[in-house]
C-alpha cells in the first residue's frame, strides 16, 4: 500500500526478470491451509500471489497487491449461459508485477470470482480477452495482464492523482435501464502523502461507478471529498458500504491513515454519487453556554461537521489505550446468523478486531479481538458477501486481509460460535 520504489509505466512491461523469479519461488511456508491463528480464526488459502492456488503473476501480472475489498455485483445468475454472471468483485490497492514492490506498477486492478465454496479458497477464474464477455477473472490490458481499474486521466476537474488511489469499499445498487440491471459503485482515496508506520494524508476521497461489471469506471465529480481539517469530510476519507435494503446505503467513515474513529453517513441509494444529500449520524451535543450550539441526537443532511464517533474510542484509567482504539481498514455487513450489523476493522495495536450492532448506526458493542497481530504485519480485513454467516446458513465468517511482509492478500475463516 506504501510505494516506495515502484516503478509506474501506465502501461504493460514484460517484468522478465520476475517471470524467471516466479519459476523458482516457492509457495510461503507460513501460513499453511488450514493453519489456526487464534482461537476463532484459521488461515483458508491465499488469494493473490506469485504461487498457487490462484497464481496471480503468471495469469495477471500481480506479483503483489492489498486491501482486497469484496461485494456481491447483484447481477442474477443466467443459466442459458456458460458462466456465472453472480460474482463477488474484489478490489486491490497499489498492484506490483515485481517482489518488493517492484515492476509494473498499478494504482489499483480488480477481480471477480463466483466461487461459493470458500472452505478451500477463493478461485478466481481466467481472463476473457477481448471477446464481449465482461465476467471474466479481470479486466485485462492484454491476455494475461490485469488493468489499472481507475485511471488518472478520467479524474474529474483537474483534480490530482497524487500518490496514488486506492479502493477502499465497493456496492452495487440495482438500477433499472442499464446494461446489466445495475450499478457497481467504488469509494478510493487520493494519497497525497505517505507518513511513519500507518500514517498517511489524502487528497481526497471519491466515489467512481461501472455500468458493466467493473470492465470500465468513471468519477463522479459530485462524489467528491476534499480533505480538510474543518466541516466534517475529512472523517469520510476512507469507507465502508452497507445496503440493508431500506432504501439507504450507509457509507462509513474514517479520518485518512489509522488513528482515526468510525463515523456514519447515509443516502438514498439513487443518490449515492452525490455528498449533498447525505446525511449524518450525531449523538446530539449540549453545547456551550446556557445551551448554545445544542443539538439533538440523530440524522443531519448535508452536514458531515455534525457525525458523531460510533466507535474507536476504547481508553481506560489515565486515557490508556485498550484493544479496540482507533480504526485503520474496515468492512460492515448485515449478518443473518447473528441478526446484526457486523464490523470488522484493524486497531492501533494490529488486532483484527470485530463489533457487532442492532442498527447501521449503533450502538455498537464492545470489542472482540478476533485475531491478534501476526509476524509480518497484518492489516484490511475485508468481509466476504457469501460468508454461510453472513447468508444464514452457518457460523463461519470469511474474510480478506492483508500482510506486509508477503504484500499480498490471505483469505481467512472465523467461527462466530467460538467468539
Same mark, same amino acid.
Given at each position: 500500500?506504501?510505494?516506495?520504489?515502484?516503478?509506474?509505466?501506465?502501461?504493460? %512491461?514484460?517484468?522478465?526478470?520476475?517471470r524467471a523469479l516466479a519459476a523458482v519461488n516457492p509457495r510461503p511456508g507460513f501460513p499453511w491451509p488450514g493453519a489456526q491463528l487464534s482461537g476463532s480464526t484459521s488461515f483458508v488459502d491465499w488469494v493473490t500471489g506469485n504461487f498457487p492456488p490462484n497464481?496471480?503473476?503468471?495469469?495477471?501480472?500481480?506479483?503483489?497487491?492489498?486491501?482486497?475489498?469484496?461485494?456481491?455485483?447483484?447481477?442474477?445468475?443466467?443459466?442459458?449461459?456458460?458462466?456465472?454472471?453472480?460474482?463477488?468483485?474484489?478490489?486491490?490497492?497499489?498492484?506490483?508485477?515485481?517482489?518488493?514492490?517492484?515492476?509494473?506498477?498499478?494504482?489499483?486492478?480488480?477481480?471477480?470470482?463466483?466461487?461459493?465454496?470458500?472452505?478451500?479458497?477463493?478461485?478466481?477464474?481466467?481472463?476473457?480477452?477481448?471477446?464481449?464477455?465482461?465476467?471474466?477473472?479481470?479486466?485485462?490490458?492484454?491476455?494475461?495482464?490485469?488493468?489499472?481499474?481507475?485511471?488518472?486521466?478520467?479524474?474529474?476537474?483537474?483534480?490530482?492523482?497524487?500518490?496514488?488511489?486506492?479502493?477502499? %469499499?465497493?456496492?452495487?445498487?440495482?438500477?433499472?435501464?442499464?446494461?446489466?440491471?445495475?450499478?457497481?459503485?467504488?469509494?478510493?482515496?487520493?494519497?497525497?502523502?505517505?507518513?511513519?508506520?500507518?500514517?498517511?494524508?489524502?487528497?481526497?476521497?471519491?466515489? %467512481?461507478?461501472?455500468?458493466?461489471?467493473?470492465?470500465?469506471?468513471?468519477? %463522479?465529480?459530485?462524489?467528491?471529498?476534499?480533505?480538510?481539517p474543518w466541516g466534517g469530510n475529512q472523517n469520510f476519507q476512507q469507507a465502508a458500504f452497507v445496503r440493508p435494503g431500506d432504501g439507504f446505503v450507509y457509507s462509513y467513515g474514517t479520518p485518512n491513515g489509522r488513528q482515526g474513529e468510525a463515523f456514519v453517513?447515509?443516502?438514498?441509494?439513487?443518490?449515492?454519487?452525490?455528498?449533498?444529500?447525505?446525511?449524518?449520524?450525531?449523538?446530539?451535543?449540549?453545547?456551550?453556554?446556557?445551551?448554545?450550539?445544542?443539538?439533538?441526537?440523530?440524522?443531519?443532511?448535508?452536514?458531515?461537521?455534525?457525525?458523531?464517533?460510533?466507535?474507536?474510542?476504547?481508553?481506560?484509567?489515565?486515557?490508556?489505550?485498550?484493544?479496540?482504539?482507533?480504526?485503520?481498514?474496515?468492512?460492515?455487513?448485515?449478518?443473518?446468523?447473528?441478526?446484526?450489523?457486523?464490523?470488522?476493522?484493524?486497531?492501533?495495536?494490529?488486532?483484527?478486531?470485530?463489533?457487532?450492532?442492532?442498527?447501521?448506526?449503533?450502538?455498537?458493542?464492545?470489542?472482540?479481538?478476533?485475531?491478534?497481530?501476526?509476524?509480518?504485519?497484518?492489516?484490511?480485513?475485508?468481509?466476504?458477501?457469501?460468508?454461510?454467516?453472513?447468508?444464514?446458513?452457518?457460523?463461519?465468517?470469511y474474510w480478506n486481509l492483508s500482510i506486509w511482509s508477503e504484500y499480498n492478500v490471505m483469505l481467512m475463516k472465523t467461527d462466530l460460535a467460538k467468539l
Amino acid at each position: 500500500m506504501n510505494p516506495s520504489s515502484a516503478v509506474s509505466t501506465g502501461g504493460v %512491461a514484460t517484468d522478465t526478470i520476475s517471470r524467471a523469479l516466479a519459476a523458482v519461488n516457492p509457495r510461503p511456508g507460513f501460513p499453511w491451509p488450514g493453519a489456526q491463528l487464534s482461537g476463532s480464526t484459521s488461515f483458508v488459502d491465499w488469494v493473490t500471489g506469485n504461487f498457487p492456488p490462484n497464481d496471480t503473476f503468471n495469469r495477471y501480472g500481480i506479483w503483489g497487491t492489498d486491501i482486497g475489498t469484496m461485494w456481491d455485483n447483484g447481477i442474477p445468475d443466467d443459466p442459458a449461459t456458460p458462466i456465472n454472471e453472480n460474482q463477488v468483485l474484489i478490489a486491490f490497492g497499489d498492484t506490483f508485477g515485481g517482489p518488493n514492490m517492484t515492476g509494473t506498477w498499478r494504482l489499483n486492478t480488480l477481480f471477480r470470482s463466483p466461487d461459493r465454496d470458500l472452505s478451500n479458497g477463493m478461485a478466481v477464474p481466467g481472463g476473457q480477452w477481448f471477446n464481449g464477455n465482461m465476467f471474466g477473472g479481470s479486466p485485462l490490458w492484454e491476455p494475461t495482464y490485469a488493468r489499472q481499474i481507475i485511471l488518472p486521466e478520467r479524474l474529474p476537474g483537474g483534480l490530482p492523482t497524487g500518490v496514488t488511489l486506492i479502493p477502499t %469499499a465497493g456496492i452495487s445498487v440495482p438500477t433499472p435501464g442499464t446494461q446489466f440491471g445495475v450499478t457497481q459503485y467504488l469509494s478510493f482515496m487520493s494519497v497525497k502523502q505517505w507518513g511513519a508506520a500507518g500514517s498517511w494524508s489524502t487528497n481526497y476521497s471519491a466515489i %467512481a461507478y461501472s455500468e458493466d461489471n467493473g470492465e470500465n469506471w468513471y468519477v %463522479a465529480p459530485q462524489s467528491v471529498r476534499m480533505n480538510s481539517p474543518w466541516g466534517g469530510n475529512q472523517n469520510f476519507q476512507q469507507a465502508a458500504f452497507v445496503r440493508p435494503g431500506d432504501g439507504f446505503v450507509y457509507s462509513y467513515g474514517t479520518p485518512n491513515g489509522r488513528q482515526g474513529e468510525a463515523f456514519v453517513s447515509r443516502v438514498l441509494e439513487r443518490d449515492i454519487l452525490d455528498v449533498t444529500k447525505y446525511e449524518y449520524y450525531s449523538a446530539g451535543s449540549r453545547g456551550g453556554f446556557f445551551g448554545w450550539g445544542a443539538y439533538n441526537s440523530g440524522w443531519y443532511r448535508n452536514d458531515p461537521g455534525k457525525a458523531s464517533p460510533i466507535f474507536g474510542r476504547e481508553t481506560g484509567a489515565c486515557g490508556v489505550a485498550k484493544a479496540g482504539n482507533q480504526v485503520s481498514e474496515m468492512s460492515v455487513q448485515y449478518n443473518k446468523t447473528l441478526g446484526k450489523y457486523v464490523a470488522m476493522h484493524g486497531d492501533q495495536f494490529n488486532n483484527v478486531i470485530l463489533r457487532t450492532s442492532d442498527t447501521p448506526q449503533g450502538g455498537w458493542s464492545a470489542p472482540t479481538v478476533v485475531m491478534g497481530q501476526q509476524n509480518g504485519g497484518i492489516y484490511a480485513p475485508m468481509m466476504h458477501p457469501w460468508s454461510p454467516s453472513t447468508l444464514g446458513t452457518g457460523t463461519d465468517l470469511y474474510w480478506n486481509l492483508s500482510i506486509w511482509s508477503e504484500y499480498n492478500v490471505m483469505l481467512m475463516k472465523t467461527d462466530l460460535a467460538k467468539l
